[in-house]
């Protein structure tokens, strides 16, 4: 097979090399906004026009990417945005941040990818990079990505290079940001390694090599499901140590002290965010091609899927003590993220928990300082706003459940006009007044 001597290594060593980032998303804003300020000429595709209205304005549409920088580099010219794909034939690196969801049958979704591919395919020329993020099971850029690309006649490591390298955004993260987390890739071929890796090391700290593009998917897929069995195991523990009338927190706590061997996971009402919810289930779906039966990550994802069901249940419980029912109770969810101090929506668990109550009967209302509205949408039957928190809202209500630990909210003031509070994530622990009203969940 002929070697591809590529000039692109030298464009890319001057930060000449034209980007493109596909999907400006929770991933693909801050990589893009990263290249552009690392001296790269950024273009971002996306099918919303809002979002590519919100990039030309230099106006962040996520609640923790801060508008000001994305202004200076949208009025610097270094970054740009655009619905128009064809204008691919201009980029020399395209880097694909598209959604990698689950379809209802619980199995990989890869329309995303799909169509992306479909729509890069008539404008791949020589000497281009092409790497996907969007996390995914073993297989997918070489089996879905690669023959889409090469439709037009060129060959991925003869004509254009092809590489992989997981997303590992944080949304909300103070220590660590899209530059300071290291970066795995893998390339479908030895010099489509050494194109990705330039690309990378020229606008990110650290990047780690790996020998192929599905060493470096299943990389990100071991990432999640540790977390996702971990979390697991401590839910089961929860409900266990309710049963035996023990808190869960202390022996965690207890048990972090350790200083090897043990690292500390805590419950919460469900799994939330784009990847711990869904990724595992890539590899239980890849797994049954190779007649592999992963139970264990298979139960621990019914674990977690029911975490739901068992605050509702609390809840219930608690009501009881109160000589109430769920059924006509009002009852106030505070937190709808499925993590504190950002507006990612992304499977997060409070829309399950929300649904659920009102299944039952209770007349919900929600607070979040950062998602003014929740919409009819993926499952979820409701629109609503978020109301106000106060201690004389608070005290309309027959039980405050706590979703999602915001640090903006006075829980001490919440507790204490509360009449009934239900924790899920343990925010109440360190509060000395209003113990009697709390029960953990």
């Known amino acids: 097979m002929r070697v591809m001597v590529s000039p692109l290594l030298e464009r890319i060593r001057a930060r000449e090399a034209k980007v493109g980032v596909v999907g400006m998303g929770y991933v693909g804003l801050p990589l893009g906004m990263a290249f552009a300020e690392a001296g790269f000429p950024v273009m971002g595709l996306d099918v919303d026009e809002r979002k590519v209205r919100s990039v030309e304005k230099g106006e962040s549409y996520i609640k923790h990417i801060r508008s000001e920088p994305l202004k200076a580099l949208a009025q610097s010219g270094r970054l740009k945005a655009s619905t128009d794909f064809s204008r691919v034939k201009e980029l020399d ?20 990818i799909i169509r992306t591919g479909e729509a890069l395919a008539p404008y791949v020329r020589r000497d281009q990079l092409f790497v996907l993020e969007s996390t995914t099971y073993p297989g997918t850029t070489d089996e879905v990505l690669r023959p889409l690309l090469e439709k037009g006649g060129l060959k991925a490591g003869v004509d254009f290079h092809l590489a992989f390298s997981p997303e590992r955004e944080d949304p909300g993260n103070k220590c660590f940001n899209t530059t300071t987390i290291p970066k795995i890739v893998g390339g479908y071929t030895p010099a489509c390694l050494e194109v990705a890796q330039a690309l990378y090391s020229s606008a990110l700290k650290e990047t780690v090599a790996v020998s192929s593009t599905r060493v470096a998917e299943l990389t990100k897929l071991l990432e999640n499901i540790f977390r996702c069995v971990n979390i697991a195991l401590v839910n089961e523990l929860k409900m266990l140590c309710d049963r035996m009338n023990l808190d869960v927190w202390e022996v965690i706590d207890a048990a972090n002290t350790k200083p090897f061997g043990f690292m500390a996971f805590y419950p919460g009402p469900g799994l939330g965010g784009h990847c711990i919810p869904i990724d595992p289930f890539y590899l239980t779906w890849k797994a049954r091609e190779f007649e592999f039966h992963t139970r264990f990550i298979e139960l621990a994802g019914e674990v977690n899927t029911q975490m739901p069901y068992y605050v509702v ?102 507790v204490d006009a509360a009449k009934l509070v239900v924790d899920t994530r343990n925010v109440t622990r360190s509060l000395a007044r209003g113990r009697e009203k709390i029960m953990k969940a």
């Open 93 to 112: 690196c395209v880097i694909i941040c598209v959604p990698t969801p689950l379809t209802q049958a619980r199995e990989p979704d890869m329309s995303f």
């Open 313 to 414: 249940q609390r809840t219930m419980e608690a009501l009881n003590t109160q000589k109430k029912t769920l059924n006509g109770a009002r009852v106030l969810a505070l937190g709808a993220a499925y993590k504190k101090d950002i507006d990612d929506m992304r499977e997060s668990p409070s829309l399950r928990v929300i649904s659920l109550l009102k299944e039952k009967g209770a007349l919900v209302e929600y607070h979040d300082p950062y998602v003014p509205s929740l919409e009819a949408d993926h499952g979820f039957a409701h629109s609503m706003k978020s109301v106000p928190c106060t201690p004389e809202s608070v005290a309309r209500y027959d039980a405050v459940v706590i979703l999602t630990d915001h640090s903006s909210l006075d829980y001490q003031a919440i």
